[in-house]
C-alpha cells in the first residue's frame, strides 16, 4: 500500500471550511484513498474514500487530484466536535486484499470558537 | 445492532500473567481486526481474520494469539505480558473487500506492571 504524508496539526475557526491535505504520490491505480477520524482516545470513525472522482457524503467531502497523487478532506463547517486527529490511508483492492489499514500519524485538527 | 463491542473496558495485569481480551461484533461481517495503538502514535495491526477459523499477521503479531471459531467473535489472547504491550486495544470488522468501510469497537485500555 502507498505511503501518506499529512501535516501532523492544523486549526481552523469554528463555522469555517477545514481543509485537510494528504499527499499519496506513489499511489497505485487500484489503490483507494480513506479517511478516517479518532475523536479523543475512542476507535477510529470511517469519513469517506475515493478512488478517482470527486466524492460528497454527510460529513465531508474528499478532493482526489487528477494525477491521484494528493488528495484533500473537507469539512465544510467545522464545529467544536470536529476536533480529532484524521487519518489518510490508501488501500488496494484486488483478489488479495485483506482490507488492512495502516495508519500514519494523521494530522491533529484543532477547531477554535 | 450494537456494532463491535470489546469487553474489558479497563485492565491492568502483572508482568507474566496472561489474560484474553474480548471482541464481538452483530454485522456478520466477514473480515475482523486487532490493533493497538500506543500514545500519540496511529494504529498498528496485530492480527487479522478473512473469516471463521482463518487468521493471519499482521505488523505487530509477537506476544499475542488469535483464533477465530466463529463469525461474530474475535478474541485476542495476551500470553506473558509485559510493560511494552501496555496500550489501547481496538477490534474492527468490515465487509470484504478494500472499499468498504471499518467499523472499530471503543478499545480496551491495558496497562501492564
Known amino acids: 500500500d502507498a505511503k501518506t504524508t499529512q501535516p501532523p496539526s492544523m486549526d481552523c475557526a469554528e463555522g469555517r471550511a477545514a481543509n485537510l491535505p494528504c499527499n499519496h504520490s506513489?499511489?497505485?491505480?487500484?489503490?483507494?484513498v480513506y479517511w478516517y477520524r479518532q475523536i479523543h482516545s475512542q476507535g477510529p470513525q470511517y469519513i469517506i474514500h475515493?478512488?478517482?472522482n470527486n466524492e460528497t457524503n454527510e460529513m465531508a467531502s474528499l478532493i482526489i487530484t487528477e494525477d491521484r497523487k494528493s488528495s484533500t478532506l473537507i469539512l465544510p463547517h467545522a464545529t467544536l466536535r470536529d476536533t480529532a486527529v484524521y487519518y489518510c490511508?490508501?488501500?488496494?483492492?484486488?483478489?488479495?486484499?485483506?482490507?488492512?489499514?495502516?495508519f500514519g500519524q494523521g494530522t491533529t485538527l484543532q477547531v477554535k470558537p | 445492532n450494537a456494532g463491535v463491542t470489546q469487553t474489558p473496558k479497563f485492565r491492568i495485569l502483572k508482568i507474566g500473567q496472561s489474560m484474553t481480551l474480548q471482541c464481538a461484533q452483530d454485522?456478520?461481517?466477514?473480515?475482523m481486526y486487532w490493533y493497538r495503538q500506543d500514545p500519540g502514535m496511529g494504529l498498528k495491526l496485530i492480527y487479522y481474520s478473512v473469516g471463521a477459523g482463518i487468521t493471519d499477521k499482521g505488523e505487530v503479531p509477537n506476544g499475542y494469539n488469535v483464533s477465530r471459531s466463529t463469525t461474530e467473535d474475535f478474541p485476542l489472547r495476551l500470553e506473558l505480558a509485559a510493560p511494552s504491550q501496555t496500550s489501547v486495544y481496538f477490534c474492527a470488522s468490515s465487509t470484504s473487500g478494500a472499499r468498504y468501510e471499518q467499523f472499530f469497537g471503543p478499545g480496551t485500555r491495558l496497562t501492564v506492571l
Open positions: 506513489t499511489i497505485s491505480g487500484n489503490e483507494y
Open positions: 454485522m456478520n461481517h466477514n473480515y
Open positions: 490511508i490508501v488501500r488496494v483492492e484486488g483478489s488479495s486484499n485483506t482490507g488492512k489499514l495502516i
Open positions: 475515493g478512488l478517482k
